[in-house]
């Protein structure tokens, strides 16, 4: 189960830098054609399109690195004075909804994925762009998304199952504000050399 984990988080991790890497040169792309609109009353056409299609595709792809880093919102205010089991019920709770509501949405993405390669659906704009593409990336990341919490699932039922609730905790238990804090400090000492006490 490390092993699935420790993949999964390389996965993520490449995933999010790729994303990352994407979003910056569609932003460059996005400062050239509005310098050729403004400056010499011309276009490249498609930049808005191409942007649209990277936002949807970088969001996919990075869901997994944020479920990781435990990077997205939770509302802990009730769950931070509850017992330990009772955490850890919601916990393997909010995973098991995740799961069943990712697998839901990959259902019917992969149908949208589906239709337009049988159909051969075109963009109607300029670029003609064939929409299976951008949705089948798209789509490809809601995947990953969902193999993840999988993974994350089955890793912290297992921890909970051997009596492990420390690692259950750190897996994807809620992080209370201190080891935020703490988190934050680490990364800013990393970046800036190990100058910060």
């Known amino acids: 189960m490390n092993r699935l984990l420790s993949i999964s988080e ?60 435990k990077g997205h919102i939770r509302i802990d205010v ?28 990959s259902h019917y993405s992969y149908k949208v994925v589906k239709t337009s390669f049988l159909k051969n659906s075109m963009a109607n704009t300029p670029l003609a762009t064939p ?20 993974v994350l699932f089955v890793a912290t039922l297992s921890a909970l199952l051997r009596g492990n609730s420390d690692l259950a905790r750190k897996l994807y238990g809620a992080s209370t504000l201190d080891e935020e804090i703490e988190d934050e400090s680490r990364a800013a000492r990393a970046s800036m050399g190990g100058e910060i006490s």
Do not use: N
Not at 30 to 43: C, D, M, Q, W, Y
């Open 131 to 150: 929409l299976w593409i951008p949705q089948g990336l798209w789509f490809a990341g809601l995947i990953l998304f969902t193999l993840i919490i999988l």
């Open 10 to 69: 390389k996965i993520a991790t490449g995933a999010a830098w790729i994303s990352g890497i994407l979003l910056l040169a569609t932003a460059v792309l996005i400062a050239v054609e509005v310098t050729l609109r403004k400056g010499f009353a011309i276009s490249m056409g498609g930049a808005d399109e191409i942007s649209s299609y990277t936002l949807a595709i970088c969001c996919s792809w990075t869901l997994g690195f944020a479920l990781l880093k």
């Open 78 to 105: 009730l769950y931070v004075r509850l017992p330990r089991p009772f955490q850890h019920a919601l916990d393997l709770a909010s995973l098991g909804l995740f799961l069943f509501i990712m697998i839901v949405l």
